[in-house]
């Protein structure tokens, strides 16, 4: 019997969302043929769930691991990593073509071609919470969000611990950045987070800047399809509006003409 997350979600095709992963979700996850996983808190998985990867030869790319390390790497009062990570190289849980050179964690030196290792992307050192409002950092969603439209990583899950609080930001922001009007992605982030809902979590979507996002070079099918809509309809309002326009010029101009020509009833009294 399949058993999904709790949270799970399909957020578009071959995207999907999740809470952790425990045992009992793994045949499931399984029949997903997933490529790539993301995580976006800053906690290492567990074995069975580190293991579940290996074994399927997905590769685990903890974003938020990656902005914790380096925040903390900055600070001179920083003391030694109680996460137990490695301090190997280039993960060795993907292709040779794995962005990011941040630490393996969880994989001891990674000096193993076929031993797993956690990916931590070299992410501009910024905290993983750069104010008491911000539930994730923009370098941070920034880097995950070129990550879901690369159709290389394909297909991917994006995970936190709880499926609610990072990841309805996270999912929020792409729904800005697919040009959803914010009531909407409103009601999608408060359909998973229920009662859990959290305002400066929908504050962080409506202020995050979409114009920093760099569009990869091969981006997904769902994704060009939509854009590809978008801009017809974006052609179509702009076409009616200059109609519109067009049409409110010609009426004023009839209205002066009438004017123009009106014959005057004006008598003058000897």
């Given amino acids: 019997m399949l058993t999904p997350p709790e949270q799970f979600g399909i ?4 995207l999907y969302r999740s809470d952790t992963l425990h045992p009992s979700h793994f045949p499931f996850i399984r029949s997903l043929n997933l490529k790539t996983a993301i995580l976006l808190t800053p906690e290492l998985p567990s074995r069975a769930m580190s293991n579940f990867f290996e074994e399927n030869q997905i590769r685990l790319i903890d974003l938020a691991l990656g902005s914790w390390k380096n925040n903390s790497n900055s600070n001179s009062n920083n003391n030694t990593d109680a996460t137990g990570s490695g301090a190997g190289g280039q993960g060795a849980g993907g292709d040779s ?3 990011g050179t941040g630490g393996g964690a969880g994989g001891g030196g990674g000096s193993g071609a076929n031993m797993f290792t956690l990916t931590t992307p070299s992410i501009p050192a910024a905290p993983f919470q750069t104010s008491w409002w911000k539930p994730l950092s923009e370098e941070l969603i920034k880097e995950g969000l070129e990550m879901i439209l690369d159709v290389n990583n394909y297909p991917i899950m994006v ?11 996270f999912m929020g922001c792409l729904r800005r950045l697919q040009h959803w009007n914010l009531s909407s992605i409103i009601v999608e982030y408060r359909a998973y987070a229920g009662n859990k809902a959290r305002y400066v979590n929908e504050q962080f979507i409506e202020l995050f800047d979409i114009d920093w996002i760099t569009l990869p070079a091969s981006l997904p099918i769902w994704w060009i399809e939509q854009e590809t809509m978008w801009r017809e309809e974006e052609e179509e ?19 002066l003409n009438q004017l123009t020509i009106r014959p005057s009833n004006v008598t003058t009294s000897s």
């Fill in 97 to 99: 073509s794995t962005s």
């Fill in 237 to 255: 309002r702009e076409l009616q509006l200059e109609q519109e326009r067009e049409a409110e010029a010609h009426r004023r101009q009839e209205d």
């Fill in 11 to 14: 957020v578009e095709p071959g």
């Fill in 159 to 169: 995970m936190d611990t709880s499926g609610i609080h990072e990841i309805g930001t």
